[in-house]
């Protein structure tokens, strides 16, 4: 934690960057928010412990951050990668935006560019962990009435606040599709046909993009585990299409990169 | 408001057989908008089109559905009454009743109902309709050639010689295809070489073609009219403005025994080589594959004896990128080798050859000088087996077709086989014989009859050495199933003609279909077999299907037909159906967040970045943009943008939405 706020410090004094995107303690003892320093002295306020999980990288696309100049960004796995699928995306040039990731140990590695990143995140074990390869293992297991079931019995408690719209990296339409009234294709209210709409087709649009930082679920006041529907898609895209969203550069989004070695085993 | 015209055809009986258009016609009328429904026998007739135009100017229509046939059938027509009548025809949309409703139902109360739910989705579809005018796009008066055998030839020198500008692109050191490596022509037995070099020649010269040999495509982009393709020239190793042609590098260069392609592997070659001598160009062209100084770094043997200062090892592949109107593939085929058959030895027997090895021994300017000698020990061989069908017409083997040429070449290889060696015996084993054409079956019979070929029903079973000689194992199927054997010095097989082992990856880099066996496919098999699915691009020749030369020619110049065709107009007119980005007020200007995603989804290579500036030129956003020439109206970018950012002319969003909660 001091190393970090030492070298947010010194990259504000330096006027290396204009602004430290990083965490802070929250309104209580579980909660870190958001922070934005801007000059040397509120390095200090800066934590990273474990209640820093919300995916920062999110506001490096907002105009108001943007205005600021350029920024450094305290980083987990997942931000990294969210930066990479940002320069897939068009949404980051290279080297606007210097990425502190903070290692297991606490140790501040400076990542200024998007090869920099690729090459720190090859080094990162990849895959699932066993817990949740059991949790989809469990999903995946159940017959399909069930699975319905189970998926209609959660989403009916969405109550349509789009809070994981908010907090997802990768939900940065300036004019999201629920938001469209000519024509209306998503009901306004919460009602569970429409949630499921909404969920479904939230889940489609980061099918192949979701680099798994799991801030909607984080996000979700009702507690709905939305962040199982897009890693069950993210490792359907990674078996039919070998898609790895977040660790290169590279464009080539499942949906719309045909490859002659696809499995289409999903074509019958 | 909208005042809209609906007009029901009951297309005779075909429509009002099933479906009871006048309850149609009266629940249309109900329609909040609609301001004209009429029911009428044939619309498409012209009382039936003067009907829509009288309505239009009398009742002033904004719109109006033509509850008919396909859209396919007559959308052209009825599109083409609005206009007359001063509507814009893409105000003018239909409902299919017959298709879609009265062919595949029975008569019954439903099947009425769901005409009138066609009726009722398409009349909210044209409510929201907008006019649409149609694109012009301008044509570039040069045709691309892929394949410089006889097809591509032709089909060139039909172009060049109409006045338009032809590139024609050979993947081999010379063009002529395997036309050149034949040796007689069946049924007229004229020499293969005799009458293809004058037009390998007059290519060469002809001062509307461009050509281009050791090359291959490497990229095609645009659309019909407005290809751009990039034509990789591979590097021959020698300066083709200095080489004079004269041949001392072949004579000096010290490796001598590589298979020759052209002669089948049959002859030998040195590393830098001509493949024949009457090559167009000639020109020779370094092997790097066995060439000692590529492999070793040492030799340069044929630079020094090159009078010229021709030779350059350092020469680097070349990309040539053009613009052409029109493309017309001519990419040829290739034939199954001997090692395909472990029923005949898995090609380890020398003397089983395929017929294409046949044409080169029989030709003069082959490696025996035509005399017919065995590859083996050269013998002149005393009893040669011919099999037809080696491959062909056998689904066990994949190739379910009839490689269409086999007969008749078959009938010829023996027939001049019979010619060189009087007291030889030929045998042919046949399933079938398929001579259709003109003079062919005759040839066949003269074959039979004057040569005394001894044509055996059956298939073979079994080829295998005994004692210096092929043991070929078969079965009479003519004389009650009768096993034969046969004692041959030699024995050819008929193998099955297929698509070049590259062909799949040529379609797709085309972008047009073909079938299971790589062939490529024609657009439709009896109306259109020479045009693609791919407008712009035509097929000539055997990389379509197997054929023999004077259909592969007659096809050549019916694909140079349609590129003149198409070059006697200076500009395109094209549907307006096409995507577009949206454009909304400002902050956002268009709520396009260029992503790009939708670049790799386009298929055509449509997708643009546009920058929005403001007046003084500061960059606002970069969003995507729709090349209106370039986009094929598929709408997969439609369907991938997430904030729906690109809608179809005639097709949006809004449209579509407005006909599923009219159902």
Same mark, same amino acid.
Request: proline residues 5%; neutral net charge; contains cysteine.
């Given at each position: 934690?001091?190393?970090?706020?030492?070298?947010?410090?010194?990259?504000?004094?330096?006027?290396?960057?204009?602004?430290?995107?990083?965490?802070?303690?929250?309104?209580?003892?579980?909660?870190?928010?958001?922070?934005?320093?801007?000059?040397?002295?509120?390095?200090?306020?800066?934590?990273?412990?474990?209640?820093?999980?919300?995916?920062?990288?999110?506001?490096?696309?907002?105009?108001?951050?943007?205005?600021?100049?350029?920024?450094?960004?305290?980083?987990?796995?997942?931000?990294?990668?969210?930066?990479?699928?940002?320069?897939?995306?068009?949404?980051?040039?290279?080297?606007?935006?210097?990425?502190?990731?903070?290692?297991?140990?606490?140790?501040?590695?400076?990542?200024?560019?998007?090869?920099?990143?690729?090459?720190?995140?090859?080094?990162?074990?990849?895959?699932?962990?066993?817990?949740?390869?059991?949790?989809?293992?469990?999903?995946?297991?159940?017959?399909?009435?069930?699975?319905?079931?189970?998926?209609?019995?959660?989403?009916? /408690? &969405? =109550?349509? $606040?789009?809070? %994981?719209?908010? *907090? @997802? !990296?990768?939900?940065?339409?300036?004019?999201?599709?629920?938001? #469209?009234?000519?024509?209306?294709?998503?009901?306004?209210?919460?009602?569970?046909?429409?949630?499921?709409?909404?969920?479904?087709?939230?889940?489609?649009?980061?099918?192949? /993009? &979701? =680099?798994? $930082?799991?801030? %909607?679920?984080? *996000? @979700? !006041?009702?507690?709905?585990?939305?962040?199982?529907?897009?890693? #069950?898609?993210?490792?359907?895209?990674?078996?039919?299409?070998?898609?790895?969203?977040?660790?290169?550069?590279?464009?080539?989004?499942?949906?719309?990169?045909?490859?002659?070695?696809?499995?289409?085993?999903?074509?019958? | 408001?909208?005042?809209?015209?609906?007009?029901?055809?009951?297309?005779?009986?075909?429509?009002?057989?099933?479906?009871?258009?006048?309850?149609?016609?009266?629940?249309?009328?109900?329609?909040?908008?609609?301001?004209?429904?009429?029911?009428?026998?044939?619309?498409?007739?012209?009382?039936?089109?003067?009907?829509?135009?009288?309505?239009?100017?009398?009742?002033?229509?904004?719109?109006?559905?033509?509850?008919?046939?396909?859209?396919?059938?007559?959308?052209?027509?009825?599109?083409?009454?609005?206009?007359?009548?001063?509507?814009?025809?893409?105000?003018?949309?239909?409902?299919?009743?017959?298709?879609?409703?009265?062919?595949?139902?029975?008569?019954?109360?439903?099947?009425?109902?769901?005409?009138?739910?066609?009726?009722?989705?398409?009349?909210?579809?044209?409510?929201?309709?907008?006019?649409?005018?149609?694109?012009?796009?301008?044509?570039?008066?040069?045709?691309?050639?892929?394949?410089?055998?006889?097809?591509?030839?032709?089909?060139?020198?039909?172009?060049?010689?109409?006045?338009?500008?032809?590139?024609?692109?050979?993947?081999?050191?010379?063009?002529?295809?395997?036309?050149?490596?034949?040796?007689?022509?069946?049924?007229?037995?004229?020499?293969?070489?005799?009458?293809?070099?004058?037009?390998?020649?007059?290519?060469?010269?002809?001062?509307?073609?461009?050509?281009?040999?050791?090359?291959?495509?490497?990229?095609?982009?645009?659309?019909?009219?407005?290809?751009?393709?990039?034509?990789?020239?591979?590097?021959?190793?020698?300066?083709?403005?200095?080489?004079?042609?004269?041949?001392?590098?072949?004579?000096?260069?010290?490796?001598?025994?590589?298979?020759?392609?052209?002669?089948?592997?049959?002859?030998?070659?040195?590393?830098?080589?001509?493949?024949?001598?009457?090559?167009?160009?000639?020109?020779?062209?370094?092997?790097?594959?066995?060439?000692?100084?590529?492999?070793?770094?040492?030799?340069?043997?044929?630079?020094?004896?090159?009078?010229?200062?021709?030779?350059?090892?350092?020469?680097?592949?070349?990309?040539?990128?053009?613009?052409?109107?029109?493309?017309?593939?001519?990419?040829?085929?290739?034939?199954?080798?001997?090692?395909?058959?472990?029923?005949?030895?898995?090609?380890?027997?020398?003397?089983?050859?395929?017929?294409?090895?046949?044409?080169?021994?029989?030709?003069?300017?082959?490696?025996?000088?035509?005399?017919?000698?065995?590859?083996?020990?050269?013998?002149?061989?005393?009893?040669?087996?011919?099999?037809?069908?080696?491959?062909?017409?056998?689904?066990?083997?994949?190739?379910?077709?009839?490689?269409?040429?086999?007969?008749?070449?078959?009938?010829?290889?023996?027939?001049?086989?019979?010619?060189?060696?009087?007291?030889?015996?030929?045998?042919?084993?046949?399933?079938?014989?398929?001579?259709?054409?003109?003079?062919?079956?005759?040839?066949?019979?003269?074959?039979?009859?004057?040569?005394?070929?001894?044509?055996?029903?059956?298939?073979?079973?079994?080829?295998?050495?005994?004692?210096?000689?092929?043991?070929?194992?078969?079965?009479?199927?003519?004389?009650?199933?009768?096993?034969?054997?046969?004692?041959?010095?030699?024995?050819?097989?008929?193998?099955?003609?297929?698509?070049?082992?590259?062909?799949?990856?040529?379609?797709?880099?085309?972008?047009?279909?073909?079938?299971?066996?790589?062939?490529?496919?024609?657009?439709?098999?009896?109306?259109?077999?020479?045009?693609?699915?791919?407008?712009?691009?035509?097929?000539?020749?055997?990389?379509?299907?197997?054929?023999?030369?004077?259909?592969?020619?007659?096809?050549?110049?019916?694909?140079?037909?349609?590129?003149?065709?198409?070059?006697?107009?200076?500009?395109?007119?094209?549907?307006?159906?096409?995507?577009?980005?949206?454009?909304?007020?400002?902050?956002?200007?268009?709520?396009?967040?260029?992503?790009?995603?939708?670049?790799?989804?386009?298929?055509?290579?449509?997708?643009?970045?546009?920058?929005?500036?403001?007046?003084?030129?500061?960059?606002?956003?970069?969003?995507?943009?729709?090349?209106?020439?370039?986009?094929?109206?598929?709408?997969?970018?439609?369907?991938?943008?997430?904030?729906?950012?690109?809608?179809?002319?005639?097709?949006?969003?809004?449209?579509?939405?407005?006909?599923?909660?009219?159902?």
């Amino acid at each position: 934690m001091e190393s970090l706020q030492k070298k947010a410090r010194a990259l504000l004094e330096a006027a290396a960057v204009k602004v430290v995107i990083g965490y802070t303690a929250g309104s209580d003892a579980e909660r870190a928010r958001p922070l934005f320093a801007r000059f040397p002295e509120q390095a200090q306020q800066l934590i990273y412990d474990a209640r820093c999980r919300q995916n920062l990288a999110t506001y490096l696309l907002k105009p108001e951050v943007q205005a600021l100049g350029k920024a450094a960004v305290v980083a987990r796995p997942a931000t990294l990668r969210t930066i990479l699928q940002y320069a897939v995306e068009n949404r980051l040039v290279d080297e606007a935006v210097l990425a502190l990731a903070v290692g297991d140990a606490g140790e501040i590695t400076e990542l200024a560019n998007f090869a920099a990143l690729e090459e720190y995140l090859a080094k990162l074990p990849r895959g699932l962990t066993t817990a949740e390869e059991q949790e989809i293992a469990r999903l995946t297991g159940m017959p399909l009435e069930q699975r319905w079931a189970f998926w209609h019995a959660e989403l009916e /408690r &969405c =109550i349509k $606040c789009y809070a %994981c719209r908010a *907090a @997802c !990296p990768l939900c940065y339409c300036t004019r999201c599709i629920t938001d #469209v009234n000519q024509p209306q294709w998503l009901p306004v209210a919460s009602s569970p046909l429409g949630n499921l709409e909404w969920n479904v087709v939230r889940a489609m649009h980061l099918a192949g /993009r &979701c =680099i798994d $930082c799991g801030s %909607c679920a984080d *996000a @979700c !006041p009702e507690g709905i585990r939305i962040d199982l529907l897009n890693r #069950v898609l993210a490792q359907e895209a990674q078996a039919q299409f070998g898609a790895e969203p977040g660790y290169s550069t590279r464009r080539e989004y499942a949906l719309s990169t045909f490859k002659p070695d696809d499995k289409e085993e999903f074509i019958r | 408001m909208p005042r809209i015209g609906v007009f029901i055809c009951h297309c005779g009986e075909n429509i009002a057989g099933t479906v009871d258009c006048a309850a149609v016609t009266q629940a249309a009328a109900q329609i909040p908008g609609v301001v004209h429904s009429v029911d009428y026998k044939y619309m498409c007739s012209d009382p039936g089109q003067n009907q829509i135009k009288e309505a239009i100017k009398e009742k002033r229509l904004t719109g109006v559905v033509v509850a008919a046939c396909s859209p396919r059938m007559h959308e052209p027509t009825f599109r083409r009454a609005c206009a007359e009548a001063g509507l814009n025809p893409f105000l003018c949309e239909m409902a299919n009743l017959r298709e879609h409703c009265s062919w595949v139902h029975e008569k019954n109360g439903h099947t009425t109902s769901k005409a009138i739910d066609l009726v009722r989705i398409l009349v909210e579809k044209v409510k929201r309709n907008r006019p649409l005018f149609p694109i012009n796009v301008p044509v570039t008066k040069t045709a691309l050639v892929i394949g410089g055998g006889i097809a591509g030839i032709q089909a060139a020198l039909d172009i060049a010689n109409a006045g338009q500008k032809v590139v024609l692109v050979e993947r081999e050191p010379s063009i002529g295809g395997h036309m050149a490596q034949l040796s007689e022509t069946f049924p007229t037995l004229d020499c293969s070489q005799c009458i293809l070099t004058p037009r390998m020649v007059e290519v060469a010269q002809h001062p509307n073609i461009t050509l281009h040999t050791y090359a291959e495509l490497e990229r095609l982009d645009g659309f019909i009219g407005n290809f751009r393709a990039v034509i990789r020239k591979k590097a021959r190793c020698i300066d083709e403005k200095t080489c004079t042609g004269c041949g001392a590098c072949i004579q000096k260069c010290a490796l001598k025994k590589i298979p020759s392609e052209f002669n089948a592997g049959l002859g030998l070659r040195t590393a830098i080589y001509v493949p024949f001598p009457q090559a167009v160009p000639n020109k020779p062209v370094i092997d790097r594959d066995h060439c000692t100084f590529f492999q070793t770094g040492r030799c340069k043997l044929c630079e020094r004896a090159c009078p010229t200062k021709a030779i350059r090892f350092d020469q680097q592949d070349e990309f040539i990128e053009i613009n052409v109107g029109a493309v017309v593939a001519a990419t040829g085929y290739e034939v199954k080798g001997t090692d395909f058959f472990p029923e005949y030895g898995y090609g380890e027997q020398k003397d089983i050859i395929t017929g294409l090895q046949f044409e080169r021994l029989a030709s003069a300017s082959g490696p025996t000088q035509g005399v017919i000698k065995r590859p083996s020990d050269g013998k002149v061989p005393d009893t040669i087996v011919f099999v037809a069908c080696a491959g062909s017409r056998d689904p066990a083997k994949g190739i379910a077709y009839c490689s269409k040429i086999c007969c008749m070449y078959t009938a010829k290889h023996a027939m001049l086989y019979k010619h060189k060696v009087h007291a030889g015996k030929a045998y042919v084993f046949y399933m079938d014989i398929r001579a259709g054409g003109k003079m062919y079956e005759e040839f066949v019979r003269r074959a039979i009859e004057e040569d005394e070929v001894h044509y055996v029903r059956g298939r073979v079973s079994r080829i295998y050495p005994r004692d210096g000689q092929l043991v070929v194992k078969g079965v009479d199927t003519l004389l009650n199933s009768r096993p034969v054997e046969i004692e041959a010095d030699m024995v050819v097989l008929a193998t099955a003609m297929v698509a070049q082992p590259d062909a799949e990856s040529l379609a797709q880099k085309m972008k047009v279909s073909y079938d299971q066996y790589h062939f490529l496919a024609e657009a439709h098999p009896k109306l259109r077999p020479v045009e693609m699915n791919t407008a712009g691009i035509f097929v000539a020749g055997a990389c379509q299907a197997p054929k023999d030369i004077p259909e592969t020619v007659a096809q050549a110049s019916a694909a140079a037909a349609k590129v003149l065709g198409l070059f006697s107009r200076d500009e395109l007119s094209r549907e307006p159906v096409v995507a577009v980005v949206n454009r909304c007020a400002p902050p956002e200007f268009s709520t396009c967040v260029g992503c790009f995603l939708c670049e790799s989804a386009c298929a055509y290579q449509a997708i643009e970045h546009e920058d929005i500036k403001t007046r003084d030129g500061k960059l606002i956003k970069t969003v995507a943009r729709v090349n209106q020439g370039v986009c094929q109206g598929c709408g997969t970018c439609v369907a991938l943008c997430r904030s729906k950012s690109i809608d179809l002319q005639g097709f949006s969003n809004e449209q579509i939405f407005a006909e599923l909660v009219a159902l």
